[in-house]
Structure formats: C-alpha cells, structure tokens
C-alpha cells in the first residue's frame, strides 16, 4: 500500500493592502493555519495592475509585510501573496485589491510631542511624501 502525504503549506491568511501614496501600497498577511509545524523562510508578494497590460511582479520578503513602492498613481493593483518552507510553496493567498492615491495626495502623519516639564501636549498634523 502506498501513502501519499500532502505536505503543502496553507495559504498566508488576512493578507490587507492599504495606499499610502500616489506611488506606494501597504501589505500585510499572518502566517499560514499550522505554519508552526515548518518553518516559513521567505514570503512572495505578488502584484500587477489592473487595468495596464503588464507582466505581474514579484518581491521576495522575510517578514510578514511589504510596501511596494515606485507604483503609479491612481491606479489599482491585485496582490497575492506566497509562502516558502523547506517543504515547498503555499497555496496563493486570496486576492485583493488596492489603488494608489492620486499625484500629489499622501495619507497624514500625526506628529506628538510632549515636554516632561509641562502639562500640555501639543499635535501637529502634516503630509508626509511617502
């Protein structure tokens, strides 16, 4: 008789993306259901346009995030991403999607300072060029 065991990798699991410029896109995942059984050695971020005919793109990561940076402007991605073990690659994560803001739009950064010699706390809220 012979056995046959599957030893392939879930798919990475709550992969998000968010814009954080005209030019840049967030992404982050949590590891694969019982990825503690193996040890995950690289992620593959996967990511092309959706609307331009061009090849897909692929980054290489050791860690459960990546921005993709130097994207066009407004305009909308699908991203995927994989996992790698020494047992092999994970099944793709779902897809999802997100646009880059328009030229010239960044999300704020909140900037907080506080003095240890004063009660107060003073914000200031500026746009910060990714």
């Known amino acids: ?17 968010v814009a954080l410029s005209s030019r840049s ?12 059984r193996t ?10 346009p959706t609307s331009l005919d061009q090849s897909e793109v692929q980054r290489v990561v050791t860690a459960a995030n990546e921005t993709l940076r130097n994207l066009r402007p407004n305009t909308e991605y699908l991203i995927y991403v994989t996992a790698y073990s020494y047992q092999g690659t994970s099944r793709p994560s779902r897809h999802v999607r997100a646009r880059t803001l328009s030229t010239g739009t960044a999300l704020p950064v909140l900037c907080c300072n506080n003095s ?11 746009l910060s060029p990714f």
């Open 1 to 17: 008789m012979l056995w046959c065991i599957d030893i392939t990798l879930a798919a990475v699991v709550n992969i998000k993306a």
């Open 25 to 36: 896109i967030h992404v982050t995942w949590q590891d694969p259901p019982h990825s503690n």
């Open 39 to 48: 040890t995950i050695i690289a992620y593959s971020v996967h990511f092309l």
């Open 116 to 126: 240890l010699l004063s009660l107060s706390l003073s914000l200031s809220l500026s």
